[in-house]
């Protein structure tokens, strides 16, 4: 009798030695997409969850090219947004407003756009809905869309959490974001998921320090565990502090803070501009991106996304990282030339008068650090710059580069043997 107990003892800890062991094998929780097969396998990916955050006002325009670009090999992606619709056969959004309190959502003047198109669809938006708006230094305040917006920030931690309990990341983006995901794998590869880690573009308004929305963030499972359960211990009070700010990242950056985790900046490699807008040369922060690894970019549209997907494809064989070295010989440098008409390469500053273009290029080259200069044909003002932009298209003006400066700069930078890491 003892020695059948003594057996059975064994056996069961033999058994829960076993599922143990097995349950610390157990990769994370099926995926929640089926992603194509030509997909490269990635095991770290199984971990992350990535969130594109968008809102009806945009959603069926700026979604769908990233259901074939930057989430398709993504196994766990969702998309919050303010208003549940199909945005594929296989994807809907998720509302990640509808556990905000009912008087909140019944009474506030942010959540007006929000209950016509509970109550109606899509169909209730109007021209003053869609319309882009200018961005000013507190964001676009004549935007329904954009002040609806941020009240997504704080409930989407709890729906994140609730879609993919055991993710390891949570990765949020926008639609006008793009994420080179090899980079991100491997920076995340380097920072330990057990720690309570907020990693993002580091910002300031007033003494708040806050990951940069639209240059994406990320969080890791305990950061975001400790700010729901933070949250829920006063979701009035935060509602009252989310509708007296302006900024919805910025909030996040609070709760964060809050519960004592600090953004740990991550500047270069997460940008907030596009590729054709960012300052490759220059230091900031102490640090020169040049030989960062590319993250992240901001500002793209259904062009720029793609011109980044081509691009990661055409550096696919490269060794080691894609760093912004890359990303400026390869997508902006081709774009520089000697002098595009019509054209604005967003130089701002102080004009000075001159009486033709060629002028404009004689002040350029006087100043020592001057890369690129534009001239208005109507006023006959010239302005300079040591940073370099593309810019756009604009009948009226002349825009110029000084190609020589441009690649010696480049060329001095170096090859990047050393891969720079935050
Ligand atoms: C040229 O300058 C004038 C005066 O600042 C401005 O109104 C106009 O828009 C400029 N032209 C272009 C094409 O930017």
Redesign the pocket.
Known sequence: MPRLRRLLFGSLLALCLLYTLYHHRTPSSPPLQAIPPDCPSHPDLSDILVILKTGVTESRDKVPIHLTTTLRCIPNHALFSDYIEPLSPSISTHDVLASLSPALIATHPDFDLYRRVQAHGPTALTPADLNPDINTPIGKPNNPGWKLDKWKFLPMLDEALALKPDAKWYVFMEADTYILWDNLLAWLRRLNPKDAIYLGNQMQIVDAIFAHGGSGFILSRPAVVKAVEHRKRSRDGWERAVGEHWAGDCMLGILLQDVGIELTWGWPMLQIAPPGEMDYFDLGYERRPWCYPAVSFHHLDGDGIRELDAMERTLKGKKGPVVYRDVFLNVMRPQLRDVRTDW?NLVEGE?VSVTSFAACRGVCSREALCLQY?Y????S?CRTSTALAVGHP????SAGWMMDRIDAMADSLGECDEISWI
């Open positions: 604005d004009a534009a208005n044909e109507t006023t003002e604009q009948p009226g003006l």
